[in-house]
């Protein structure tokens, strides 16, 4: 949703958050939780707009469906 709102591509949020074009990738699929670290550097790049309860939310809507 985030990269969505802000028109972020998964490669230009990697770059700005630090993390792979991969990691993202599977972030965004809901295929994996991040880190702690994965979710500071998140929090960081989205200026605290993401948090960890967002994944949270995504991986129970995904599964309701």
């Known amino acids: 949703q985030y990269l969505q709102t ?3 591509s998964m490669g230009k949020f ?3 958050s630090g993390l792979s074009i991969s990691a993202v990738s599977r972030l965004v699929r809901g295929e994996r939780f991040p880190t702690p670290e994965s979710m500071r550097r998140i929090s960081l790049a989205t200026d ?3 948090k960890a309860n967002d994944f949270y939310e995504q991986h129970h809507s995904q599964r309701l469906r």
């Open 6 to 8: 802000e028109r972020l």
């Open 14 to 16: 990697a770059y700005k």
């Open 48 to 50: 605290g707009k993401v």
